[in-house]
T-cell receptor
Framework: GAGVSQSPSNKVTEKGKDVELRCDPISGHTALYWYRQSLGQGLEFLIYFQGNSAPDKSGLPSDRFSAERTGGSVSTLTIQRTQQEDSAVYLC??????????????FGPGTRLTVL | KQEVTQIPAALSVPEGENLVLNCSFTDSAIYNLQWFRQDPGKGLTSLLLIQSSQREQTSGRLNASLDKSSGRSTLYIAASQPGDSATYLCAVSGGNQFYFGTGTSLTVIP
């Protein structure tokens, strides 16, 4: 079946603009994760959705970042008033159940965000 | 805060060699540990997942071990092939948080 998809694959924006990144998880997966991978650095966990529960937002780097998941499926990561340090590859993953990471995570190809 | 370290940062081996990648973590209160590979410009592919109650997992030429008490995991790759060239990442989960190491870049020379 189809894997995790993300759109757009590349996004170039100007400093101060808002951007929305989209993630379509694997059908039937209840857990969804967002990560950020900056150049030369490891993956940074951002946020985790498990079913219809309120997400754990403690990993979001600032209040300019927000995420939502509609109908327990598609998720949108929004970055307001983008800064150059937001430039990174944003990766989304989903897993069948989740339960604090008990299942294998399947990753999408990522969205490369460049803030000029 | 959990810290995950991977050594070495880069490794180059001739084809056919067996090799070991290392991952260490500072907090042993984890739910599981996963090994991933990342190919240039692509997302991550899960290789093996070890639950906290398990000691090892095997898939084909790959074997991953977990020693929670010492905060260590190893990924053993047998009979390496050029197609194994990639960055290998380990990640631990605990308390709804997920922590990745910075990876080991592996090059297998034909």
């Amino acid at each position: 079946g189809a894997g995790v998809s993300q759109s757009p694959s590349n996004k170039v924006t100007e400093k101060g603009k808002d951007v929305e990144l989209r993630c379509d998880p694997i059908s039937g997966h209840t857990a969804l994760y967002w990560y950020r991978q900056s150049l030369g650095q490891g993956l940074e966990f951002l946020i985790y959705f498990q079913g219809n529960s309120a997400p754990d937002k403690s990993g979001l780097p600032s209040d300019r970042f927000s995420a939502e998941r509609t109908g327990g499926s598609v998720s949108t990561l929004t970055i307001q008033r983008t800064q150059q340090e937001d430039s990174a590859v944003y990766l989304c993953a989903s897993s069948l159940d989740g339960g604090a990471g008990t299942d294998t995570q399947y990753f999408g190809p990522g969205t490369r965000l460049t803030v000029l | 805060k959990q810290e995950v370290t991977q050594i070495p940062a880069a490794l180059s081996v001739p084809e056919g060699e067996n090799l070991v990648l290392n991952c260490s973590f500072t907090d042993s209160a984890i739910y599981n540990l996963q090994w991933f590979r990342q190919d240039p410009g692509k997302g991550l592919t899960s290789l093996l997942l070890i639950q906290s109650s398990q000691r090892e997992q095997t898939s084909g030429r790959l074997n991953a071990s977990l020693d929670k008490s010492s905060g260590r995991s190893t990924l053993y790759i047998a009979a390496s092939q050029p197609g194994d060239s990639a960055t290998y990442l380990c990640a631990v989960s605990g308390g709804n948080q997920f922590y990745f190491g910075t990876g080991t870049s592996l090059t297998v020379i034909p």
